[in-house]
């Protein structure tokens, strides 16, 4: 009932920069929560940001001065600028929204896009 479509990975050198997309579709009613995760290979999912309906932004200590999260409620759409980007930085991101959806009644959703890598060299 609800899809998330993410776009803008790939390789790119240290010191560099990436946009991330990630766009919500369905019979979305409202849009509580976008966030940001990855997974780099070995390690578990982590939060990178996180950003709200109200605007306030959540960041993990590793990308704090170096991520943005954004989000375009017109378009259902969320953003994660990464700038300055590092070999650790390399993982796959996935993005995660959180709402309601209409399906006969109003209820609540959980949704994740299927994922982009993100790599890095050094």
């Known amino acids: 009932q609800v899809q998330l479509v993410e776009s803008g990975g790939g390789l790119v050198q240290a010191g560099g920069s990436l946009r991330l997309s990630c766009t919500v579709s369905?019979?979305?009613?409202?849009?509580?929560?976008m966030a940001w995760y990855r997974q780099a290979p070995g390690k578990q999912r982590e939060l990178v940001a996180s950003?709200?309906?109200?605007?306030?932004?959540n960041y993990a200590d590793s990308v704090k001065g170096r991520f943005t999260i954004s989000r375009d409620n017109a378009k259902n759409t969320a953003y994660l600028q990464m700038n300055s980007l590092k070999p650790e930085d390399t993982a796959v991101y996935y993005c995660?929204?959180?709402?309601?959806?209409?399906?006969?009644?109003?209820?609540?959703?959980?949704?994740w896009g299927q994922g982009t890598q993100v790599t890095v060299s050094s």
């Open positions: 950003m709200p309906s109200g605007g306030s932004t």
């Open positions: 995660n929204s959180r709402g309601t959806y209409l399906s006969g009644s109003y209820l609540p959703y959980d949704s």
């Open positions: 369905g019979s979305i009613f409202s849009i509580r929560t």
